[in-house]
Structure formats: C-alpha cells, structure tokens
C-alpha cells in the first residue's frame, strides 16, 4: 500500500468532536470550530478550517473554480456544484458526461445523475434519462421539488420536461463514429465487418493498435463527474453526473445516481464521490463507506484508502475482476472534502489525479493509491 498518511492521533480527536457536535445538535460551521480548538493548530483540519473548499475528479477543473466562485458568491453549495459540473455536461468533448458522452450499446445516451444537500439532508437522483444534457439540473429539481429522491427513464425525462428543460441528441458525430465502430468489433459471429475484415476502406479505417486497444479498454469504464464542497461556514454539498459504462446495457444503472455509492453527504462530517466501476462503488456503498471512515476519525486521503481496500479484499471473490496476482483490474477513484476543508482522493490503481480548489486556485494533485501500476 503506498501513500499511507498517518495523521491517526490528530484526526481521531476531529472525529470526536464531530460525533460530540453531532449528538449535541450543532449545526453550521459549529464542527469546523470545534475541529479547530481540539487540534490546537497542527493538521490539516486546522489549518484550513472556515475555508472553502472543493474537490472533483480530474476533468473537473473548471468546475472546482466555478463552484468556489460561486460559494464565495453566496450561493448555496448545491446550487454551486450543480453550476459546476455543468460545465463538463456541456462540452462535448468530455465523452463521459451529458453532451458527447459515450452511449448505451444501442447508440443512445444514457444518463444517471444526483446531488445531495448538507443543510437539509435531502438527496435527488435521476437514472438512465435519455435527451437531456443537464440530469445534475434534474436532480436537483427531484431534491427541491419533490418528496422522492430518485426518478428513472422515461419518467425523469418527462419530470425534466415539466420543469421546461429542452429535449437534445446528445450523441456527437465522434461519438456516434466511436460506437459504430465498437458496433462492427463487438463479435466475430455477426454480419459486421471489423476493420481487419474489411476490404475497401475508402475512408482509411485501419485496425487500432494494442495500445488504443487498451485505451478503449480503459476509457470504457473511466470519467464520470463527481464534486463535493463545503463553505467557509462548513456547509456541505455534493453531486456526480456520468454517462455511465461506455456501450452499457439499455436500462445499465451505475454508481453515480445511488446515493451512498457514487455519492454521500453528511453535514455533521463530510462529502464524498466516486468514479470510475460504478458496480464497485454500489456493492462498498464506497461514498457512504468513506464518509463514516472519516467520522471514525480518518483524514480524507486514509478513509478513500480504507474503502478501496475493502473492495479489493472482497473482489477477490469475482475471479474476472482480479489479475494474476490478485490484484483488481479496474480503477476506481473515490474523493472526499471534510466539514473543516480537509480533502483527499485515491484510486485502486496508481496514475489518476484530482482536481481541487482549497481557495489557492484550481488545481490537478495526484491521487494517492491502493496498488502499484502494472
Ligand atoms: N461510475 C460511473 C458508472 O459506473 O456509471
């Protein structure tokens, strides 16, 4: 295990003022106070109590300065974090997410989306919803407008319509060319030619080589926009938005709009997400798992770490899913912001990065990870 960052001694006492606060009913940047006296200005907590703070995954730059923006602007942190993972589910080109994202293995975009609010405790999810570009928006309006938390299919698409959002195909040109293509190398056993069976390529398609084979590989099942945030005040909000596993099965539900897996927000603790093997994160329950690991007293970093353990202790038993030695052959990214500003991430496997904006400006840090890369 690499990256291991011991600050046991000092979070533990965090963790307990935490669960004191919490049984005592504080609200508010009540914690981040508390926080603060307890660790008597060593760590993290400390130094960056009463400052904002947001984390996202790596395609999430822009959208950690937008939501600190906007926080610092004094808008609520859900609404900030819905403002900013708009950003990615508008743009085409991020081919995990809303506009351009990778669709289902009948060539339609799928999305699943959710959000959650600190202050009140409410969630709002939307899954599988096809034609609209911003589900996180939806969600939203599932957390403010209704007393359910999650709408799928047909019918979040009609509550989407309700709330005036317009219907678009969201499939682009390129992506439309990336699933054909994926279409004509699914089986040796149909009536399409792979690229290797063609005879006439007029339009100079060419086999791929090993390396974009393992790309495409790796891209299937990798983005996905997870951010969480909390205010100078110590509220928090979070909210992840996917068009989910590339060429999935019509109907195929991942991590991203359950909440507890792709997300969770605890007001009294902190905010968490995942990416990358949604089935992963719903079978730890990994944004929950990482939220109470930090309640128990871990920093951020140590509770992504101690979750992603977990399910590479418990893959082991889906032979499929585990190399030669054992180890997972998927990637799963899971990122946490605690009530006092503190922030982590860390991935099954070594190489992928975050993005953050502590109040110094948008960044990329490296995640801290489980195993190695091969
Ligand atoms: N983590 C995104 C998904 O599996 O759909």
Redesign the pocket.
């Known amino acids: 295990m690499s990256n291991h960052i011991d600050r046991r001694g000092f979070l533990v006492s965090v963790g307990a003022a935490a669960g004191a606060a919490a049984t005592a009913g504080l609200t508010g940047g009540a914690l981040g106070a508390v926080g603060q006296s307890q660790a008597g200005g060593a760590g993290v907590g400390a130094r960056r109590a009463g400052r904002v703070c947001a984390i996202s995954s790596a395609n999430g730059v822009q959208t950690v300065a937008k939501a600190v923006e906007r926080i610092r602007a004094g808008v609520d942190p859900a609404l900030a974090v819905v403002e900013g993972v708009g950003i990615a589910e508008a743009d085409p080109n991020d081919k995990t997410v809303g506009l351009g994202g990778r669709p289902n293995e009948l060539g339609i975009v799928e999305l699943?989306a959710s959000v959650m609010h600190g202050p009140t405790h409410k969630a709002g999810s939307v899954a599988s919803i096809q034609n609209i570009m911003h589900p996180a928006q939806v969600a939203l309006k599932v957390l403010q407008y209704t007393d359910h938390v999650m709408i799928v299919g047909d019918g979040a698409r009609k509550f989407a319509i309700a709330h005036g959002f317009k219907e678009e195909d969201l499939l682009t040109e390129e992506t439309r060319q990336e699933w054909m293509r994926w279409r004509r190398h699914r089986s040796d056993i149909d009536d399409w030619l792979t690229d290797s069976q063609m005879d006439w390529k007029p339009d100079g398609t060419r086999p791929l080589t090993n390396a974009e084979k393992r790309a495409e590989i790796e891209e299937r099942?990798a983005?996905?926009i997870h951010c969480s945030v909390v205010t100078p005040a110590g509220d928090l909000a979070g909210c992840t938005t996917?068009s989910?596993?590339a060429y999935k099965i019509p109907g195929r539900v991942?991590?991203?709009p359950i909440i507890g897996a792709?997300l969770f927000t605890d007001n009294e603790v902190g905010s968490a997400g995942?990416?990358?093997?949604?089935?992963e994160?719903i079978q730890s329950c990994g944004a929950h798992s990482v939220v109470m690991e930090m309640a128990g007293g871990k920093d951020p970093t140590e509770a992504c770490l101690a979750v992603l353990k977990k399910v590479a202790d418990r893959v082991r038993r889906q032979r499929r899913l585990v190399d030669e030695r054992g180890r997972p052959n998927f990637n799963l990214v899971l990122y946490a912001v605690r009530k006092d500003g503190a922030y982590g991430s860390a991935c099954m496997i070594e190489g992928r990065e975050f993005a953050v904006d502590d109040g110094n400006g948008a960044r990329r840090e490296k995640c801290a990870f489980l195993f190695e890369a091969r």
């Open positions: 699943d099942s983005g996905t996917t989910g596993l991942g991590d991203s792709g995942a990416t990358g093997r949604g089935e994160a």
